[in-house]
């Protein structure tokens, strides 16, 4: 079992900057591949972006490219996302996903086992 909790949301200008931060227990942090997913209200669950577990490989949907990065600190067990010059198009419950080893599909949900319980971002415009 991998427990994940989430931290770091709120409320920010558009234009403005948040770090998310998922700290991870229960497993060997290391053999783990980590995802960061939104869901805004009335839409499903989309892709934000994945680090994998071996060569710490990164994947980004297109709308953050550029804006948001993921990393990892495998001292700290934890996961982040830098997400800057936020949009009001990216209000939404963040999620931080994990599954033990190697992702096929770093942006399928279904990719992963383990979930945290979200932490809210609102982009004011």
Same mark, same amino acid.
């Given at each position: 079992?991998?427990?994940?909790? *989430? ?20 497993? =060997? +942090?290391? %053999? ?7 869901? /805004?209200?009335?839409? *499903?669950? !989309? +892709?934000? /972006?994945?680090?994998?577990?071996? $060569?710490?490989? =990164?994947? $980004?949907? &297109?709308?953050?490219?550029?804006? +948001?990065?993921? @990393?990892?600190? @495998? /001292?700290? %067990? ?5 997400? %800057? %010059?936020?949009?009001? !198009? &990216?209000?939404?419950?963040? $999620? ?14 279904? *990719?992963?086992? $383990? ?8 982009? @004011?415009?």
């Amino acid at each position: 079992q991998v427990q994940l909790v *989430e931290s770091g949301g709120g409320l920010v200008q558009a234009g403005g900057s948040l770090r998310l931060s998922c700290a991870a227990s229960g497993r =060997t +942090f290391r %053999n783990l591949s980590l995802g960061w997913f939104r869901q /805004a209200p009335g839409k *499903e669950r !989309e +892709f934000v /972006a994945a680090i994998s577990w071996l $060569y710490d490989r =990164t994947y $980004y949907a &297109d709308s953050v490219k550029g804006r +948001f990065a993921i @990393s990892r600190d @495998s /001292a700290k %067990n934890t996961v982040y996302l830098q997400m %800057n %010059n936020l949009k009001p !198009e &990216d209000t939404a419950v963040y $999620y931080c996903a994990a599954r033990a080893f190697g992702l096929g599909s770093p942006g399928v949900s279904a *990719e992963y086992n $383990y979930w945290g319980q979200g932490t809210q971002v609102t982009v @004011s415009s």
